[in-house]
């Protein structure tokens, strides 16, 4: 019997042009001019040799270029290289004030416009100067000069199979570089011998969102990740013990599903702090590793904590910070709902928190407004910030968010990091800096930046002893050291760069930042296994640094 074919009955394709706002080469348009007609005979064609079906719904295939801001057609906004084009139905992108763009924003050309320069006038609050008098000794009457690590001296490149999340120096080996990622790997990297290196796969089962070193033994590590559990791992051996797991009972949803992002270690009760994304503070017992107590709300409920800092000279102020746009300061003796001491407002999401790491009487926040907020005194006046500074920081999606960080060795409290989200044209290069900033000024201290560095840094950290920088960037590590100035520009051996990376043939073609986060090229391995990439060929390569002092 002859098998039956039926005919298949396709819908209606309507194809949407927009000749006048779409991009062609000069010979296209030469032939568009002096042949409109036969433009408009194509398309009739296309429309009647369309199969009639009144029955479906037809297709509609748009070619028109529509803005990537408002979603309206009509004009584009937007990267364009290095340069970026506002839309013209928003405010400035860097500032979010109209009456400019991004080009010409002020704040773009000197970071320090608008800025209230710090006070140095003494003080009358009796609080304060009492606070002052408690640190005075260690902090110097002459302001140091600022070392800023502006050369990459070396790097491992597609070190995790996910974008680096977050970093952290080893307390006691100067040379040793903790990271994190998105799927909740734990690299160890001695990034003095380079080649030594390893990544732990079984600490957690996805990102890593915080991690902080055990006061009393400088072998172990505690990290909080977004499945809902805190770890307690031996950096030696990659041997992870769950200390508290909120999800025990696996996915139920995400109505349900907890995870854990600000975390910190206060060393005096001998107790790990983290919070979750429904807005609660929960407390680890490090002598038992248990939870302790009950949870806390510390945020609007529903909302999530990102960032949690003790304070360094009284440990028993807690600093946070969350979606519900504010930072709030608590103090652990007797913390519950509602009782915070200061609850600090933002417009939009506060990205980090921290205390100053020598007084501990300042505060810097980062937030999405591409604000970073300054208070010069936690016993002043806490309404507002003593001075905001713009920087573009505003964009966190498939992104680790960004946050300005103190300089742990700068005892005049006033230099800060952060990476840049819009990018500067550097020899025609679309190039993502690295951005030291006077907080008491809001100068723009120095940029750092590398030509083969394509891709953005968000996740930065100053080394707590050395004139270091590690950086994030995608999924590779970078360590910066300050260059003298009266060396030549240097040629760092290929030896001191190790590309992770089984394909050999891709990794030459690809720049240092060129990967995507996505890809799966790396593959964790088990826990005390360390593996080692073969030398490339001897040649040498040139880095340049642009820095703005």
């Avoid at 290289?81 to 009456?99: E, N, R, S």
């Avoid at 100067?174 to 003095?192: A, E, M």
Wanted: glycine share 6%.
């Amino acid at each position: 019997m002859p098998t039956e074919t039926r005919r298949m009955a396709f819908p209606k394709v309507v194809i949407e042009r927009d000749t006048d706002s779409e991009q062609s080469s000069s010979e296209e348009e030469e032939e568009e001019d002096d042949e409109p007609a036969v433009l408009a005979e194509s398309e009739s064609e296309e429309k009647v040799e369309e199969p009639k079906n009144k029955g479906k719904a037809p297709i509609t295939i748009s070619l028109k270029k529509v803005c990537k801001v408002c979603k309206k057609p009509g004009h584009e906004a937007g990267f364009k290289g290095a340069t970026y084009i506002d839309c013209p139905m928003k405010p400035c992108f860097l500032c979010k004030m109209p009456g400019h763009t991004t080009v010409t924003c002020p704040h773009r050309v000197a970071t320090e416009f608008g800025v209230v320069p710090a006070t140095h006038k003494n003080t009358r609050n009796a609080l304060e100067y009492a606070f002052e008098r408690q640190i005075r000794p260690r902090i110097p009457p002459i302001k140091p000069a600022y070392v800023i690590p502006d050369q990459v001296s070396c790097a491992v490149i597609r070190y995790h199979s996910r974008r680096v999340t977050c970093l952290e120096f080893h307390p006691t080996n100067n040379n040793i570089l903790l990271s994190g990622d998105k799927k909740g790997q734990l690299g160890v990297w001695d990034f003095h011998k380079v080649y030594e290196k390893v990544v732990y796969g079984n600490v957690h089962s996805c990102i890593l969102n915080n991690m902080k070193f055990s006061p009393a033994s400088d072998g172990t590590v505690y990290a909080a990740s977004s499945d809902g559990t805190v770890s307690c791992t031996d950096v030696e051996t990659g041997i992870a013990l769950s200390l508290m797991n909120l999800n025990p009972d696996g996915w139920q949803g995400p109505s349900t599903w907890r995870m854990l992002y600000g975390m910190d270690i206060n060393a005096e009760k001998g107790a790990v702090l983290v919070a979750d994304n429904f807005g609660y503070l929960y407390m680890v017992d490090t002598r038992s590793n248990n939870r302790t107590g009950k949870p806390i709300l510390i945020h609007k409920k529903g909302s999530k904590v990102v960032g949690l800092h003790c304070n360094p000279v009284q440990p028993d102020l807690l600093l946070s910070c969350g979606n519900d746009h504010f930072a709030r300061i608590w103090d652990i003796r007797r913390i519950e709902d509602g009782s915070s001491i200061y609850d600090l407002a933002h417009s939009r999401v506060v990205n980090s928190a921290y205390f100053s790491p020598v007084s501990g009487s300042k505060i810097l926040t980062t937030s999405q407004d591409n604000r970073l907020c300054i208070w010069d005194s936690i016993f002043g006046n806490m309404d507002s910030p003593s001075r905001e500074i713009v920087h573009s920081h505003d964009f966190n999606r498939y992104l680790t968010p960004f946050r300005a960080e103190w300089d742990p060795k700068d005892s005049s409290e006033s230099l800060a990091v952060i990476g840049r989200y819009i990018s500067e044209n550097y020899n025609g290069a679309a190039l993502h800096p690295i951005d030291f900033i006077d907080i008491s000024t809001g100068q723009l201290v120095a940029e750092i930046m590398d030509p083969n560095i394509t891709t953005i840094s968000p996740v930065n950290k100053l080394h707590p002893r050395d004139d270091v920088l590690a950086s994030g960037s995608s999924r590779s590590l970078f360590i910066w050291r300050p260059k003298e100035k009266s060396e030549p520009v240097e040629q760092m051996d290929i030896g001191k760069i190790v590309v992770c990376d089984r394909d050999e043939k891709k990794s030459r073609k690809r720049k240092f930042g060129g990967e995507s986060d996505d890809s799966d090229d790396d593959k964790s391995i088990p826990k005390g296994k360390q593996f080692k990439s073969q030398k490339k060929s001897q040649s040498k390569t040139n880095l340049s640094v642009k820095v703005r002092r």
